[in-house]
């Protein structure tokens, strides 16, 4: 298929060729004319799209629910020849800008049409408001111009695209009662294991094999014989959360609702166990967007083969079936990779939750509960987690469902197996959640 410019460049070679032959001075004139100002555009509006320089500047990259960031693009002439006309777009992803109200919220202009003389600049500058969490993509800057006649469209990504990070809402809690064999907090072992010494638990006399700073000096003088300390054995147990997060068991007409509120929860809890200095963990089916990014690489302009084949280089193979795992730990270190990870956190449609459970068992660390969150507990679930339970693993369930029938339905079994479970109907229910249950063994 001939392209508009082709077109016209086969009929000016044929209107030169008949002036020539038929000695048409006139068609010889209209033809050199028209293929000159054919070949100036042309080169007008290579030159105008090579000449542009774009620079991008923005505020900070990672924010908080609710905030703003400001976004500014700087588009300048930097050729010695001025651009009549230039279309500047800074992109934004369709799924960002959906629903009502949009995940980020655009005050000001991302789409001008600028005239720049030499040397000249002129700026886009607009302000995102970060109405939920997620992992957002700011650009690529895309410029289109063409020549003065409209036969050709040059096209050209300006600058790259940068990553916005916009952490999920934390709610205070008012108090965290999840108690079981293996609460948050210090608790007493069936085993001993090792000895805490911060918890004296009383004295003895001295046996081969007690280590010299065992020994209760002030009882050694009172009698005349060695005694040793004694001391209570004790762990500390935190929480894994496990977050359900494949596509089926979050169905569309409730999203991006009851997926937020899950992560909301989530990340409450967290905050509060890092409060206390408990080991913390993040289990997930989700698909992380870091590595959506990285696997599909960032949305650009297609519109030409160059930039296509850029975007397809970026691509790297990922496996989507990969859960998602932060192992137990403590520390702001720690506590900021959760809430990172959160924010990330993306639906997808790889392992279910009893084969998540199943895949990363052995990641999952014994001493902490497991608070599962979900929308859905199907049959094959409620069958992995009672025998979780059977193996003595600490349990609860979140469901967050609103429907009071469809939650006794589901947490019927489960609570008849001796699993806690919680119903979450909305955000006000989150910050007396832990109290509202107790896990006993």
Known sequence: MIRPIGRIVVALAAMILLGMIFGASLWLYAGYAATGLVLVSRYLAASWTRNVLITRRSGGMEVDLGSSTTIQVTVRNQGRIPILWLLVEDLLPRTALIFQPPAL??????????????GQQQQLLYRLTCNRRGYFQIGPTVLETGDLFGLQRNYRVGAEPQFLLVLPRIVPLSGYEIASTRPVGEIKMRERFLDDPTRLQGIREWQPGDAMKQIHWPATARTGLLHSKVYEPSSVAGVTLVLDFHRQANP??????????AVTAAASIAAFIYEMNQPLGVVSNGRDAADRIRSDGWAGDFRTRAIAAQQASMANT?????????????????FQDIQRLLARLELSDGLRLEQLLVESAHRLARETTIVIIAQFVGEETTAALLQMRRRGWALAVILNVYDDELYSRTAG??????VPV?????EQQIGDICRQFAITQ
């Open 422 to 426: 919680l119903q979450l109907k909305g």
């Open 252 to 261: 569309r007409q409730h999203e991006p609702v009851r997926s937020e509120l």
């Open 318 to 334: 990922s496996d989507r079936l990969r859960p998602v795992v932060q192992t137990a730990g403590r520390g702001p270190s720690n």
């Open 105 to 118: 919220e655009v005050h000001g202009e991302r789409l001008r049409v600028l005239m720049l003389w030499p």
């Open 413 to 418: 079994p489960l609570i008849g197996g001796r």
